[in-house]
């Protein structure tokens, strides 16, 4: 079975602080993305990767970079949180290729005071 | 302005029936279509594929269908049981793109 884990269930974080997420897959996937999902607004693509170091802004970067070191793991940072970037966050990975499947996380809820 | 559109009002009906959902788009022209279940606090999971050269695809109880012409998905579930009960989202890709614009998501609850 494909797993993708994230480092955290839960996190609470204040304003200013720089936050790391981590997101690693264990199938080899080429491609991987992180999500931002509010009530109403449904899942939001902030960045992707479809190969080691490299990346694409989504539809809502402003606020967030990545960093994708290595193939099986894809990080989320935000430079200084700010309150309106408490949300569910989803990590995502899929084969090589476009526009298949995607297997997902159990997510981050982060909260931001 | 490209737009998905799911009922955000959740849909609620007897164990055994048929649930129905919809998914509408404007301005896309997608190459494939996609569902996903999301159970609360939760991340989705997909369920279906389908392409735009494709009218219908099953598993199970589950049916999709894809309307080029009118811009619509339908997701079928038949004889529906409450663990069923789950927001389920609907995703399009064009075939160029890496990746998927997902629709809000449509609550389904299924009565015992």
């Known amino acids: 079975d494909v797993k993708v884990t994230q480092s955290s269930r839960y996190l609470v974080k204040r304003t200013g602080e720089k936050v790391f997420l981590e997101c690693v897959q264990d199938?080899?996937?080429?491609?991987m993305f992180w999500y931002r999902q509010d009530p109403g607004l449904g899942l939001r693509l902030i960045y992707f990767s479809y190969d080691v170091k490299m990346k694409e802004k989504g539809d809502i970067p402003e606020g967030y970079s990545v960093s994708r070191e290595k193939k099986e793991r894809f990080s989320l940072i935000l430079e200084s949180a700010s309150t309106n970037q408490t949300s569910m966050y989803l990590c995502?990975?899929?084969?090589?290729?476009?526009?298949?499947?995607?297997?997902f996380g159990p997510g981050t809820r982060l909260t931001v005071l | 302005s490209q737009k998905i559109e799911q009922n955000s009002e959740a849909l609620n009906i007897q164990e055994g029936k048929t649930a129905t959902l919809t998914c509408n788009y404007t301005n896309y022209s997608p190459a494939y279509l996609q569902w996903y279940r999301q159970d609360p606090g939760r991340g989705p999971v997909f369920l279906l594929l389908i392409r735009e050269n494709e009218k219908e695809k099953r598993k199970e109880r589950l049916k999709v269908t894809f309307d080029t012409t009118l811009k619509q998905s339908l997701f079928h579930i038949t004889a529906s049981q409450p663990a069923d009960s789950a927001t389920y989202l609907c995703a399009l890709a064009q075939d160029s793109s890496y990746k998927l614009i997902f629709g809000s998501g449509t609550r389904l609850l299924v009565r015992p």
């Open positions: 995502a990975s899929s084969w090589g290729g476009r526009a298949l499947e995607q297997f």
């Open positions: 199938m080899d996937h080429e491609n």
